[in-house]
């Protein structure tokens, strides 16, 4: 398992945010932004495993010995879209601090919310430039298990395209809702033009841009041989404060840049570094990025 019982129960109470919340393919657990809409009884869905059962209508299952939840006018769900960049530099960092298993612990915790909110939720691991393996759509707190195994089961593999994976997955007609990237946008040609598409699509999208903390300022220093972990090109230089001060300052300055981006696209912006536990960032980041509430 991903994380344990009580960090779930926090996450269980938090939602994801959209800004304009979409009509949904079904009722769900969801306050509608919409105007005008109240709070009077519209309709009832079968019960699922994880519903709260103070929705429940006790008067209809004494009748017919079958559980149905109550669903209210101003109540629908949202579609939710993970992605995750499974490209190999995302496979950097020892034990709690791998990039990777970084990701997937933030994929498991707002899939999590996802699921307990009666949301669609949908998962997708992007590499080489394609869509390698997808979950869902599927809803409710009974799929947490498959969640998880699902999440336990990828592998990074390939180099980063951010901008043709996203790009394929835009073509596959799918409901309006939120998209999540989640990568180290360690991607030459960067990722605008493969999440324009989804945006044009209906979609709103937040970025959570996950790095470990020696990538921004490395421990290193002398006369050293570099290797790409995608394409394996060698580099050799010779690092020393100098060129060690002006890794970082160009480090900061894309980090600026790309927020300063995602603020002109409407796209939500989180930055994380590996050393930061993954809890605080589900429980405290996340809300101050305006991700979840």
Known sequence: MLFDESTLRKLNQLTL???????????GERRSSRRGSSVEFADYRN???GDDLRRLDWNIYARLERPFIKLFEEEED??????LDGSRSMDWGAADENKFQYALRLAAGL??????????????LLKNGRVANEFGP????SALTRLFGFLESLKTDGETD???????????????????????LLASEGYQAGIRPLQGRGHEAALIHVLASDEIDPPLAGDLQL????????QDVSLDGGLRTMYRERARAWIHATQAECRKQSIRYLGLTTDEP??????????????VK
């Open 47 to 49: 019960y699922a495993p």
């Open 111 to 124: 899939g999590s919310v996802a699921l307990a909110s009666g949301d669609a939720l949908s998962v997708a």
């Open 162 to 184: 951010l901008n043709a994976s996203l790009r394929q997955y835009s073509l596959k007609p799918r409901r309006p809702g939120l998209i999540i990237l989640i990568s180290d």
């Open 78 to 83: 949202l579609a939710v879209y993970i992605l």
């Open 227 to 234: 290797v790409d972990v995608e394409t394996g090109q060698e």
């Open 17 to 27: 945010v959209a800004s304009r919340v979409r009509a949904g393919a079904i009722k």
């Open 138 to 141: 599927t809803r409710g707190q």
């Open 278 to 291: 993954w809890d605080q960032a589900l429980l405290l980041e996340m809300r101050r990025a305006g991700i």
